[in-house]
């Protein structure tokens, strides 16, 4: 959570204006970490996480989250 936070990667106003409020979630990346990553949310327009699991398909097996 801190790493992301701290990044400055994860785009809140972004995420929250596709995915919504996300209100059963302390915060926005916690929902990120929790149900958006193995949705394939994106936590920014620069980072797609569709992408990402397409080209590095190891980490899609292993269910490691691609931003955390």
Known sequence: FDIISKSGL?????????????????????HYIVEGAN???????LFSSA???QQNTDIK????????
């Open 10 to 30: 994860f785009d809140e106003t972004y995420y929250k204006s596709l995915y919504g409020e996300c209100s059963q979630y302390n915060s926005l990346i916690e």
């Open 39 to 45: 949705k394939l949310y994106d936590p920014s327009p």
């Open 51 to 53: 992408y990402y699991f």
């Open 61 to 68: 097996k292993t269910k490691i989250n691609n931003y955390g």
